[in-house]
């Protein structure tokens, strides 16, 4: 039986899910539909949740499965930074530079693993033992993917003169 007090702990977690799935590369109506299709999982594994775990650790594993499905369904990763940079191109661009949108582009920039290890201990703050609980990975690749990430984005913004 689904508890409804999980589901009201877990809408505090709504813009978190939001920005992870937003930081992915979804646009943000996507990162909308793919939020509820997290909640809606939650109520379908609801069962599996153990009240020893913390909440946040089992909805961005759930969250994980949610946009790897969503890949999968998708077209290539090609295609969609193709769509991507199609979309860019349409936007006027800012006049005064803007940090946030460097740092969104870099982060981009990186493979999905090393982005995936910055979305969650970085963006989101949370533990690297959680991060590695999350993408059922040693803690210690947790923290070489990060360390990794930091060199990588220090190479991006050294070639783009920042």
Same mark, same amino acid.
């Given at each position: 039986?689904?508890?409804?007090?999980?589901?009201?702990?877990?809408?505090?977690?709504?813009?978190?899910?939001?920005?992870?799935?937003?930081?992915?590369?979804?646009?943000?109506?996507?990162?909308?539909?793919?939020?509820?299709?997290?909640?809606?999982?939650?109520?379908?594994?609801?069962?599996?949740?153990?009240?020893?775990?913390?909440?946040?650790?089992?909805?961005?594993?759930?969250?994980?499965?949610?946009?790897?499905?969503?890949?999968?369904?998708?077209?290539?990763?090609?295609?969609?930074?193709?769509?991507?940079?199609?979309?860019?191109?349409?936007?006027?661009?800012?006049?005064?530079?803007?940090?946030?949108?460097?740092?969104?582009?870099?982060?981009?920039? $990186? =493979?999905? !693993?090393?982005?995936? *290890?910055?979305?969650?201990?970085?963006?989101?703050?949370?533990?690297? &033992? @959680? %991060?590695?609980?999350? $993408? =059922?990975? !040693?803690?210690?690749? *947790?923290?070489?993917?990060?360390?990794?990430?930091?060199?990588?984005? &220090? @190479? %991006?913004?050294?070639?783009?003169?920042?």
């Amino acid at each position: 039986m689904f508890n409804k007090e999980l589901l009201k702990e877990a809408k505090e977690y709504e813009k978190k899910l939001l920005n992870f799935f937003w930081r992915q590369g979804v646009n943000i109506n996507g990162a909308e539909d793919l939020v509820q299709e997290t909640y809606l999982r939650l109520w379908k594994y609801s069962d599996r949740y153990k009240k020893t775990a913390k909440l946040s650790t089992f909805l961005f594993i759930l969250a994980r499965q949610v946009l790897i499905d969503s890949y999968r369904r998708e077209s290539s990763r090609v295609n969609r930074e193709e769509a991507y940079s199609e979309e860019i191109n349409q936007v006027e661009s800012p006049k005064v530079p803007c940090v946030v949108d460097d740092v969104r582009w870099a982060v981009s920039q $990186l =493979s999905p !693993p090393l982005r995936e *290890v910055v979305e969650l201990g970085f963006f989101q703050e949370l533990p690297y &033992k @959680e %991060v590695a609980e999350i $993408l =059922s990975i !040693p803690i210690g690749t *947790v923290k070489s993917r990060m360390s990794n990430a930091l060199k990588r984005l &220090k @190479e %991006v913004f050294n070639d783009r003169g920042l």
